[in-house]
């Protein structure tokens, strides 16, 4: 995507492939792997997954978690 379309549509500059730090994340781990393994492969190599997902992320702000149990947030 052209970074004017990706400005249109995500309201943000368009992430450069020499950026340093790119962070995936979902629920669990896997999709946000996807995520950036897709990066990775389309040049972005800063591209990070966040491995403790967003469960860990909640957990650690002790917060309850009342999200579904299916979905991504990523």
Do not use: H
């Amino acid at each position: 995507m052209e970074p004017i379309a990706f400005k249109a549509l995500y309201s943000f500059e368009k992430p450069k492939p020499e950026d340093e730090n790119l962070i995936f994340f979902c629920r669990v781990g896997r999709r946000g792997l996807q995520a950036t393994q897709l990066a990775w492969n389309l040049g972005y190599k800063g591209a990070r997954n966040y491995e403790g997902a967003y469960r860990e992320w909640f957990q650690k702000e002790g917060w309850v978690e009342d999200l579904p149990a299916q979905g991504c947030l990523s």
